[in-house]
Nanobody, 115 residues
Framework: QVQLAESGGGLVQAGESLTLSCGVS????????VTWYRQAPGMERELVAR???????TYGDSVKGRFTISRSGAENTVYLQMNSLKPEDTARYYC?????????WGQGTQVTVSS
C-alpha cells in the first residue's frame, strides 16, 4: 500500500515562509502526478500545486508567484516552498499521488498564518 506522509506545517506570521514535505513510500516517478491540496474549515478542497511525471507544474491561481513545488527522486519526496504567506493560506495541506485511476492521500499537515 502506498503511503504518503506530510510534514513541515506550523504556525507562522504573515510574510514568513514554510516548506512542506511529502514523503512517498514508492518511487515518485511511478505516479502520474503528485499534487498538494489544501482545505480550510468550511471551504472546498483547493489545488495548490501539481507536478506530473514529466515535470510539468501547475499552480493554483491564489499561490502563483509565492509557492514553488519541487521534487527529489533520490528522497522520494515532493516539496512545497511557501513564501510570503498570508492568513488566507491557513488550511490543512494534503499530498496526493495518482497512478492510473488510483489516488493516494496523506493525513495532511496544518499550516496556520497569523496576521
Amino acid at each position: 500500500q502506498v503511503q504518503l506522509a506530510e510534514s513541515g506545517g506550523g504556525l507562522v506570521q504573515a510574510g514568513e515562509s514554510l516548506t512542506l514535505s511529502c514523503g512517498v513510500s514508492e518511487n515518485i516517478f511511478n505516479f502520474n502526478a503528485v499534487t498538494w491540496y489544501r482545505q480550510a474549515p468550511g471551504m472546498e478542497r483547493e489545488l495548490v500545486a501539481r507536478i506530473n511525471v514529466g515535470g510539468t507544474i501547475t499552480y493554483g491561481d491564489s499561490v502563483k508567484g509565492r509557492f514553488t513545488i519541487s521534487r527529489s527522486g533520490a528522497e522520494n519526496t515532493v516539496y512545497l516552498q511557501m513564501n510570503s504567506l498570508k492568513p488566507e493560506d491557513t488550511a490543512r495541506y494534503y499530498c496526493n499521488a495518482t497512478i492510473s485511476s488510483r489516488q493516494f492521500w496523506g493525513q495532511g499537515t496544518q499550516v496556520t498564518v497569523s496576521s
